[in-house]
């Protein structure tokens, strides 16, 4: 589980660095690289940093769900079209493509927030403006999350 936050800066060649937080949780097959997805949906203006152990268990997900549409390949196209493997080099850098940059609208300084099997890219106030509307939606539940089980 991938957890905390971190701001960090994007060089002039659109790489950002995995940060140690995270690369702690990765497993040495996943140090090579993640996948980098935007939402196929657009609900969301962030990107999702996915290691290859989660992609693994998802793939045959995708292939169901693209079987139940009347044209699997538009569906896959939807899907694999958003996504790119991003190879870590020895430093822990991926490059972000420009059309990914442009979909999350990142700037120079990016968010990096911890989730339970992902890592997602934001641009900061984007994610302060979603997070605030989420624990205004979700405060009830919000403050009773962490109570373990019998607690309620």
Not at 87 to 116: C, H, N, T, W
Request: with cysteine; net charge neutral.
């Amino acid at each position: 589980m991938f957890a905390g936050d971190c701001t960090i800066s994007m060089d002039e060649k659109n790489r950002l660095v995995v940060p140690a937080i995270f690369r702690a949780t990765l497993s040495q097959a996943d140090r090579d690289g993640l996948f980098m997805v935007a939402d196929p949906a657009m609900a969301e203006r962030c990107l999702r940093l996915y290691p290859r152990s989660y992609m693994d268990k998802i793939k045959s997900k995708i292939m169901r769900e693209a079987g139940k549409t009347d044209r699997p390949e538009f569906f896959l196209r939807a899907i694999m079209g958003q996504m790119n493997y991003a190879a870590l080099d020895g430093q822990s850098r991926f490059v972000v493509p420009g059309k990914l940059i442009d979909y999350a609208g990142l700037g120079r300084e990016v968010l990096m927030v911890g989730m339970p099997e992902w890592i997602e890219v934001w641009d900061p106030k984007e994610h302060q403006a979603e997070t605030q509307r989420s624990r205004e939606k979700y405060k009830d539940r919000l403050g009773r999350v962490l109570w373990a089980e019998g607690s309620d």
